[in-house]
């Protein structure tokens, strides 16, 4: 089978820098599902992206669909013939359907019964011929920001301004929004021209000479290797963080890393200050010295060659400068603010219309932390820790904070240190935002935990009781990636608190204050939906299975530490010898304690055989142990020491006996037994029985 080559590129007016990794990926991988479903071979796969296109080159594409010869099968002969062996409406319509007739019908028996059998041949297309299907694959394209441009119809990332789509040497013929294909592709904007590409494997050579590299591994690279050259040259050290990294790689097509200076004086602001006003806004990489403090200098990559570098450097200067300078006269306007004087101000600050003022949020926060603080034991810090409550969001007033929201909580660790409030206090103003994203670490300190967890509840909880619920990809308030924040810090703090309490905490502050305005029990429903969610991807990302998951979330989360360890329990426990014995006993309990209508007191003289007293004592004893550890691989090796007693009560006893006390006195004890078992899974729930 012959093969050729194929290329696909997509021009386009300048995207964000945020879309064009996944746009990339996205069209890499629907060509290539593509080609997959039409059954046509293809070899090694490149994909291509700078801020102007996106594509993709495709070696050894078939030229045509492999022939398909193929055996389909039909009703059964004595659907297919009538008495006489005249052809049925049924036989008729599966030949008609394969493409064939009656004659082409062959019997085979599968079975002991003949079924009607045609042998089908289906002719390859040529692949030239498919591939203007390549339009629909491109105006499929999804991103997160659409835009329509003149009088075009089609929503895209950006305006498209020219199409490259070639099959060996041939252009594939197709348009979109007026661009029709050809071999035509452009250089760098300043520095290239445009230029024609004969063969598709000449695309990456042809846009190199015109300034524009295409492969974004390469250009990634490249950036590095210049940055590593600059560190080397000057003794310097320079952290690539790598979300900036991916960002500037995808601002330029001819990358050029350069440097440049700031005044030494500039280096008295906080260090969050400097180095948040070159990555946020610049797009600059921080310069540090060896031992890892903040130098006056910056690294940046132009989208150019090196010709005039020292024009490009001073021109950088001066907008850092100016940045600067700002960052400045906001750091020392700010120091001269009181807190008192910015905690008054939040009082005019809403937070959301239905959920009031910034002040009142503070309010509701500094209540929870106060039981949290109880609930966790946390003793002479919990002043401490209302005191953070109190002024967590002062910092949200400052010059500073409106400039560069990302400093808040930064700047409310520093500006309070400078009024002379405790290090322990001003810590936990930074870390209560913590876990800022997913690899983000939990608050270290307990003031900071704890002031973390009441800020994220109260959020949370408000949200839903006026109803605002993340539904689908919506989820405008982050309430999900604050939950996981709440469960993260739960988890590796080790609270014994239940989840539950801490929602119904948040509930009862919610009503004081009138902002409840749906049915308690349906937001209470919502939040624990919620949050078992969060639970539920947390297990997951460890490795816990599916259905072990599910039986440890039927009920209540309680105590997240506690719950992550019994799954864990339970994916090491479940490919024991003795595991589905002991996991089949303990389910026969609980399913049979379901039909438990009133549980009451056990009444030991109501026991007809020895096996019910020997159960009866056996629970009794394994409660009590279980009461008294906090380690989940005994409550579990407890519980399922039941396992024999389980086994010879139900072999000698009829639970649902016709007298009315026997029968509820039995299923009392089968209740009692259940909801200690429950209270460690829904182990019913466990599939590999």
């Excluded at 008495?83 to 493409?99: C, H, L, M, P, V």
């Excluded at 009607?116 to 499929?140: A, C, D, R, Y």
Aim: glycine share 4%.
């Amino acid at each position: 089978m012959s093969k050729q080559d194929l290329l696909v590129e997509i021009g386009l007016e300048e995207m964000p820098a945020r879309f064009v990794t996944a746009s990339m990926e996205q069209l890499s991988d629907k060509v290539q599902k593509w080609l997959t479903k039409k059954a046509i071979p293809f070899g090694e796969v490149s994909i291509f992206s700078t801020p102007r296109r996106l594509a993709f080159y495709i070696q050894d594409v078939a030229t045509a669909q492999a022939d398909i010869e193929e055996e389909a099968k039909g009703p059964a002969k004595k659907i297919a013939q009538d008495a006489e062996g005249n052809w049925s409406k049924a036989a008729i319509g599966f030949t008609k359907g394969q493409g064939m007739t009656v004659e082409d019908i062959y019997f085979k028996e599968i079975n002991g019964v003949e079924y009607v059998h045609v042998n089908k041949f289906i002719k390859g297309q040529p692949t030239l011929q498919l591939l203007t299907e390549l339009k629909e694959i491109i105006i499929s394209l999804s991103f997160p920001k659409n835009m329509r441009w003149a009088n075009q119809d089609l929503r895209f990332v950006r305006p498209i301004k020219w199409l490259v789509a070639l099959f060996g040497g041939e252009v594939i013929p197709f348009e979109i929004a007026g661009v029709e294909t050809g071999r035509l592709t452009k250089g760098h904007r300043f520095l290239g021209e445009a230029v024609e590409v004969i063969t598709p494997d000449q695309y990456e050579e042809a846009l190199e000479q015109q300034f524009v590299m295409a492969d974004p591994k390469k250009r990634k690279q490249l950036i590095l290797d210049q940055i590593h050259k600059i560190e080397e040259e000057n003794g310097w050290q320079i952290p690539v963080d790598e979300e900036l990294l991916e960002e500037v790689n995808n601002l330029v097509e001819y990358p050029t890393a350069l440097f440049g200076n700031f005044e030494a004086e500039f280096l008295e602001l906080p260090s969050e200050v400097l180095i948040t006003s070159m990555k946020e806004h610049q797009r600059y990489f921080p310069v540090k010295s060896k031992d890892g403090k903040l130098l006056p200098h910056f690294v940046t990559v132009r989208n150019g060659n090196a010709e005039h570098l020292d024009n490009v450097s001073k021109g950088n200067e001066k907008v850092l400068r100016a940045r600067l300078s700002d960052a400045d006269f906001f750091y020392r306007e700010d120091k001269k603010k009181e807190i008192a004087t910015a905690l008054e101000k939040l009082k005019s600050i809403v937070y959301h219309e239905e959920i009031g003022t910034l002040a009142e949020k503070t309010v509701r926060v500094q209540k929870l932390t106060g039981i949290l603080a109880d609930q966790v034991e946390l003793g002479e810090q919990k002043e401490l820790a209302l005191r953070a409550a109190e002024i967590a969001k002062f910092d949200l007033v400052s010059h500073m904070v409106y400039e560069f929201p990302e400093l808040q909580g930064y700047m409310g660790e520093k500006y309070a240190l400078l009024k002379g409030e405790p290090k322990e206090v001003a810590a936990a103003i930074n870390e209560h935002y913590m876990p800022r994203h997913a690899e983000d670490s939990v608050p270290p300190s307990p003031i900071g935990a704890v002031l973390s967890v009441a800020e994220k509840i109260d959020t949370i909880v408000s949200f839903f009781a006026i109803g605002v619920i993340p539904t689908g990809s919506q989820d405008p308030y982050a309430l999900r990636r604050q939950a996981s924040g709440v469960v993260q810090i739960l988890l590796e703090k080790k609270w014994s608190i239940s989840l539950e309490k801490l929602l119904t905490y948040a509930l009862d502050e919610m009503e004081a204050h009138s902002l409840v305005k749906r049915d308690i029990s349906e937001i209470s429903a919502d939040l624990l939906q919620f949050f078992k969610a969060r639970v539920k991807h947390l297990l997951t990302e460890k490795g816990i299975r599916y259905d072990l998951i599910d039986a440890l979330l039927t009920n209540e989360i309680g105590n997240v530490s506690a719950l992550v360890e019994r799954a864990f329990v339970l994916e090491k426990e479940k490919d024991g010898s003795e595991f589905k014995k002991n996991i089949e006993a303990l389910s026969r309990v609980i399913n049979i304690a379901s039909k438990c209508e009133q549980k009451q007191t056990i009444d030991p003289s109501l026991f007809e055989n020895k096996e019910e007293t020997v159960l009866y004592e056996k629970y009794q004893e394994v409660a009590s142990k279980y009461s008294e550890t906090n380690d989940e691989e005994i409550r579990f090796q407890l519980l399922v020491s039941l396992q024999p007693e389980i086994e010879q009560y139900f072999e000698h006893t009829m639970v649902m006996a016709e007298q009315d006390s026997i029968r509820e006195n039995r299923l009392s004890l089968m209740k009692e037994i259940s909801e200690l078992a429950e209270s460690f899974a829904s182990v019913n729930k466990i599939l590999s029985l």
